[in-house]
């Protein structure tokens, strides 16, 4: 069971609001911080341990800036993350550059930066070579095809577009060396939003039997071991959340017996999660416009979809706190719906909630990561503000929100130049 509160009371948000009209995003640096420290304490033991933050799961410059004081590096997938991840201050090898379909211009601004580029295919080899050069450093990602059964979210490794197959892995650790590389990293990243212990351990010791034979065959001794992201978060409340002290100590077994034992100890141990690092302690704060009663009762609300879409694509849950009416029973039940004309716009479909008032707070939980990010513009929805709440409880703005003219911006209409 987790306990879903949320960081402030119905008075502070009300503050908050004052300034920061709803809807916005809310993220607890208090909560982020310590559970990084956890992460790193847990996996104390993992030489060079690492988490490289998917700057994908919720990307902020603020956000970016408190976990790089905590010790993460960043996972990038696309130009824009690792220009932002510049402008904060993250160099060289701090920055890992995990994309797929990459264009050249991509590989060559991964390389000016100086980050370790993982590669999807063989073939990108040559890409990178003529994009780029061979890279001192290279790493590829691994798809264990039919070793491995996905899950829900990413799907079953076989049907994957990710990565390079089995039967091609230890070739292209060969070839990469041929061409001038001289150091190595192997990564995988089989699921998402994984909530079974055992899946990390599983995947620890695919990639470690895998690095002795890749050593076995080339005499390539990789030196960074990346276990991917996906560890899963508790959106329920009766979800329990991964025993990283657990998966922590059955991968050092893991690591004793196939690393050190093959004489290839070192190797670094890195992660590249984004949703368990912000998941948690991120909240879509939004205030009720309008209850309705029709064949089923509605709660609308200034959010919609397109500011947290996972609950109308993937039918996500997240739960729901009603500010200042935590202690009443749940004994009314609501679609809470936004205001988009598609009526998959449900951020909850059937939920007990206590009874709802136009006016009231509604705050979503476990939109830390994913949330914000995968926002949208469709029916000219303006996108929200993010907001850091600080130790002190006062909130600071890290992003404002979309006004009528960003939204313009873009467009050109009938008369006026086209500026290019
Ligand atoms: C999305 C993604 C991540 C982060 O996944 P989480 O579920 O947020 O931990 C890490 N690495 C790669 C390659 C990804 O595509």
């Known amino acids: 069971?987790?306990?879903?509160?949320?960081?402030?009371?119905?008075?502070?948000?009300?503050?908050?609001?004052?300034?920061?009209?709803t809807p916005f995003y809310l993220y607890d640096e208090k909560a982020i911080r310590e559970n990084v420290r956890n992460f790193y304490k847990?996996?104390?033991?993992?030489?060079?341990?690492k988490n490289y933050f998917a700057v994908k799961a919720c990307p902020n410059p603020a956000v970016l800036q408190m976990l790089k004081e905590e010790g993460c590096g960043v996972d990038c997938s696309s130009l824009p993350e690792l220009l932002m991840s510049e402008k904060v201050g993250f160099k060289g090898e701090e920055i890992m550059f995990t994309s797929n379909d990459t264009p050249p211009e991509e590989?060559?601004?991964?390389?000016?930066?100086?980050?370790?580029?993982?590669?999807?295919?063989?073939?990108?080899?040559?890409?990178?070579?003529?994009?780029?050069?061979?890279?001192?450093?290279?790493?590829?990602?691994?798809?264990?095809?039919d070793l491995r059964s996905g899950n829900v979210l990413i799907g079953d490794p076989q049907e994957a577009k990710y990565g390079v197959p089995r039967d091609k892995i230890i070739e292209a650790y060969?070839?990469?060396?041929?061409?001038?590389?001289?150091?190595?990293?192997?990564?995988?990243?089989?699921?998402?939003?994984?909530?079974?212990?055992?899946?990390?351990?599983?995947?620890?010791?695919?990639?470690?039997?895998?690095?002795?034979?890749?050593?076995?065959?080339?005499?390539?001794?990789?030196?960074?071991?990346?276990?991917?992201?996906?560890?899963?978060i508790p959106y329920r409340p009766e979800d329990k959340p991964v025993d990283l002290n657990w998966v922590s100590k059955e991968m050092k077994e893991l690591y004793n017996r196939f690393i050190v034992k093959e004489g290839l100890d070192p190797v670094n141990i890195v992660f590249e999660c984004g949703r368990m690092i912000t998941g948690p302690y991120g909240y879509l704060v939004s205030r009720v416009r309008h209850v309705t009663h029709k064949y089923k009762d509605y709660v609308g609300l200034d959010a919609c979809m397109a500011n947290l879409m996972r609950p109308g694509i993937y039918g996500a849950y997240h739960h729901i706190t009603v500010p200042g009416k935590e202690h009443l029973s749940r004994d009314y039940y609501y679609d809470v719906t936004g205001s988009l004309c598609e009526n998959i716009d449900k951020f909850a479909v059937d939920r007990p909630l206590p009874e709802i008032e136009p006016g009231d707070l509604l705050v979503m939980h476990d939109a830390g990561a994913h949330g914000y990010a995968m926002g949208f513009n469709y029916n000219g929805k303006l996108r929200s503000a993010e907001l850091l709440l600080k130790e002190d409880r006062s909130a600071q703005l890290i992003r404002r929100a979309e006004t009528i003219d960003d939204y313009f911006t873009t467009l050109r209409f009938s008369g006026a130049p086209v500026s290019l």
């Open 1 to 21: 069971m987790s306990e879903k509160k949320i960081p402030v009371t119905k008075e502070d948000l009300e503050n908050i609001a004052l300034e920061h009209p």
């Open 42 to 49: 847990a996996f104390s033991w993992a030489p060079g341990f």
């Open 107 to 145: 590989f060559a601004e991964a390389a000016r930066l100086g980050a370790v580029i993982n590669l999807d295919d063989i073939s990108h080899v040559n890409t990178l070579e003529q994009s780029a050069g061979i890279q001192e450093m290279v790493s590829f990602r691994y798809n264990p095809g």
């Open 174 to 232: 060969r070839l990469a060396g041929e061409k001038g590389a001289r150091r190595f990293g192997l990564h995988t990243m089989v699921a998402s939003n994984e909530l079974e212990d055992s899946y990390f351990v599983e995947t620890a010791c695919m990639l470690f039997e895998l690095a002795v034979n890749i050593y076995r065959e080339t005499g390539i001794n990789v030196e960074l071991i990346n276990l991917g992201g996906g560890i899963g």
